[in-house]
């Protein structure tokens, strides 16, 4: 019989696929995977967005809930540009893996503007989310710009 704790770590590794150790049986998998993490931060920056244009009025709990779900995101995207997953399906561009210290640190950036909008978020002052949420667009812009095709 196998002893408990092997058991314990098997399934310690399956609630866990997000880590850096993630693998993907196939990299159209990984492809899928960063664009599916990335467009619903995307539509959740989007929402804050259109409280911070005046288009949606302002309600502290939605916005900290969307920020939530941006901060969660902003974490999983990363692991999955796994080298040779440049595929014509995807948008990023190949520099990604010959410049990955700059890229990893575009990721960084963000989500350290990320986590300054969620503490704009929790505060409810509606200016302090407008100012940090200009800074979390940059930080997206700024990649975007570098390593994504248009
Ligand atoms: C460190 C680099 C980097 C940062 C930071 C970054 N992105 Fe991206 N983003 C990319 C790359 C590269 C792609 C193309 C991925 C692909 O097609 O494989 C992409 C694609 C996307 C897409 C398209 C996803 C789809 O449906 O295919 C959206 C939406 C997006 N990003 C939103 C954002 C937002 C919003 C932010 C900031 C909160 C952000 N990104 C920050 C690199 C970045």
């Known amino acids: 019989m196998r002893p408990p704790i092997a058991s314990i770590a098997l399934t310690a590794m399956i ?4 880590s850096a150790q993630a693998q993907f049986a196939k990299v159209e998998d990984a492809v899928k995977y ?3 993490a990335l467009s619903v931060m995307g539509t959740h920056m989007g929402r804050v967005g259109a409280v911070v244009k005046g288009e949606r009025p302002y309600d502290k709990a939605a916005v900290e809930a969307d920020v939530a779900v941006i901060e969660t995101m902003s974490k999983l995207p990363w692991s999955a540009f796994v080298p040779g997953s440049d595929l014509p399906n995807s948008k990023a561009k190949p520099a990604i893996w010959k410049e990955q210290d700059k890229f990893k640190a575009g990721a960084e950036k963000m989500q350290q503007e990320v986590a300054k909008l969620s503490t704009a978020a929790k505060s409810g002052d509606l200016n302090a989310v407008k100012s940090a949420f200009g800074g979390v667009g940059q930080a997206c812009k700024a990649c975007h710009d570098d390593y994504r095709n248009k």
């Not at 609630?15 to 997000?18: I, S, V």
């Open 34 to 36: 960063r664009q599916s």
């Open 15 to 18: 609630a866990l696929p997000f």
